[in-house]
């Protein structure tokens, strides 16, 4: 039996992710063509929308194409891709570790006080790593603005001149943002089959023998 694809597209929105859920925005994003058949005849049509973990309450609006067997979601600016999470939230742990005083231990245990410390700290490592990587492609694919500036979220801030980084580079990126990986970018999702999805799955026990 043929399965479904899954494509994601940025829905560009200005909204927090609380004025979002409040104003209940996936209702009215929109989707002028479909990314398989700009043409049309595909018999494209809007599909239920999906709820996301966080923030609760938060929806992402979807359509369907009949004739590529495809889901094509909305992905809005506040959220970040492939993680349930507001791209907000993300920054807040990179820029706890980019300012701390202290140990990575310190600060993961403050910031995750609900699960043991060697899963914390996998938490906050996966999510520094991530933006890390996603700058230095920024960095790449925007040489005439990012050139000289480091990849780290406070030397970014200091040069975009905004309060929350993530969301502007998304904006930035524009239809390169397909080559930025998750959590800023929305390229397409890791296939690795039953171990990929046991990595993917783990990460508040201990480590692996």
């Keep these: 039996m043929r399965t479904s694809r899954q494509v994601q597209l940025r ?16 209702k009215s994003a929109s989707l002028e063509r479909c990314p398989f058949h700009p043409e049309g005849g595909c018999g494209m049509a809007r599909h239920t929308p999906y709820e996301r973990v966080e923030p609760p309450g ?8 009949r004739k590529a067997q495809a889901t094509i979601s909305l992905l809005p600016d506040c959220a970040a891709s492939r993680l349930s999470s507001t791209l907000a939230k993300v920054e807040e742990v990179v820029d706890a570790v980019e300012g701390r005083t202290s140990s ?15 899963g914390a700290v996998r938490w906050v490592r996966r999510r520094v790593v991530a933006v890390a990587v ?6 790449g694919l925007l040489p005439d603005v990012l050139t000289r500036v480091e990849p780290r979220l406070g030397d970014f801030r200091a ?22 990986p998750p959590y800023v970018g929305i390229g397409p999702r890791s296939h690795g089959g039953i171990r990929g999805r046991r990595r993917r799955q783990q990460g ?6």
Aim: with cysteine; glycine share 4%; net charge positive.
């Design 58 to 65: 938060l929806f992402v609006a979807r359509w369907y194409c």
């Design 134 to 139: 996603a700058l230095v492609a920024l960095k």
């Design 159 to 180: 040069a975009l001149g905004v309060v929350l980084v993530l969301p502007a580079v998304r904006e930035l990126a524009g239809p390169q943002l397909v080559f930025v």
């Design 104 to 118: 990575l231990e310190t600060v993961a245990q403050r910031l995750r006080p609900d699960i043991e410390l060697q």
């Design 11 to 26: 829905h560009p929105t200005k909204l927090t992710s609380e004025e979002y859920v409040k104003q209940k925005a996936w």
């Design 204 to 209: 508040k026990g201990a480590d692996p023998p």
